[in-house]
T-cell receptor, first 116, second 114 residues
């Protein structure tokens, strides 16, 4: 296993279209996170899964955003009716749980979304 | 209030010199973890170092060390013997035990000058 992977790496879409991104975490990691990062900013938390359960969602995650992790492995993030303000890098990260608390997150390369 | 504050948008350091990147945090949770990540121009976030709120000693990982001052709520990253490959964005982050999300600062852009 070589780390967290995300697909696609780049997505250009027209305003109003739906897009879906995929994240494959490190296989033994039960926690999965989605973040959004805009230029000049740090990653902003969107949502978090432990196994298949979505345990936390940011208020940034409007009703146009939905995330799933159906079998506790890969996850998808869908944005419906995209807006130009959705243009950003979408980062996925995974980690283990428990232990002494280090639980550092390992990030994927991100999906860069451009909404025209 | 911001959970993580990084006040240095950009820093320059001469190759082989040491540099300190500042980070202050805000939490009322007595149990938390502090993290530093590096983000090169390729975009991938790379974990560097971790400090737990109950750790007695400052964390070190190779050329990286964390200057943890709990009373001042600061967790500065020290990079010793800077290398050209250290040029990147550096993000400080915190996870509170009570929650599951990580809070990131706005980052510091480090440029190593040959």
């Amino acid at each position: 296993d070589t780390g967290v992977s995300q697909d696609p790496r780049h997505k250009i879409t027209k305003r109003g279209q739906n897009v879906t991104f995929r994240c494959d975490p490190i296989s033994e990691h039960n926690r999965l996170y989605w973040y959004r990062q805009t230029l000049g900013q740090g990653p902003e938390f969107l949502t978090y899964f432990q196994n298949e359960a979505q345990l936390e969602k940011s208020r940034l995650l409007s009703d146009r955003f939905s995330a799933e992790r159906p079998k506790g492995s890969f996850s998808t993030l869908e944005i419906q009716r995209t807006e130009q303000g959705d243009s950003a890098m979408y980062l996925c990260a995974s980690s283990t749980s428990g232990g002494r608390g280090t639980n550092e997150q390992f990030f994927g390369p991100g999906t860069r979304l451009t909404v025209l | 209030a911001q959970k993580i504050t990084q006040t240095q948008p950009g820093m320059f350091v001469q190759e082989k010199e040491a540099v300190t990147l500042d980070c202050t945090y805000d939490t009322s949770d007595p149990s938390y973890g502090l993290f530093w990540y590096k983000q090169p121009s390729s975009g991938e976030m790379i974990f560097l170092i971790y400090q737990g709120s109950y750790d007695q000693q400052n964390a070190t990982e190779g050329r990286y060390s964390l200057n943890f001052q709990k009373a001042r709520k600061s967790a500065n990253l020290v990079i010793s013997a800077s290398q050209l490959g250290d040029s990147a964005m550096y993000f400080c982050a915190m996870r509170e035990k009570a929650g599951n999300q990580f809070y990131f600062g706005t980052g510091t852009s480090l440029t190593v000058i040959p």
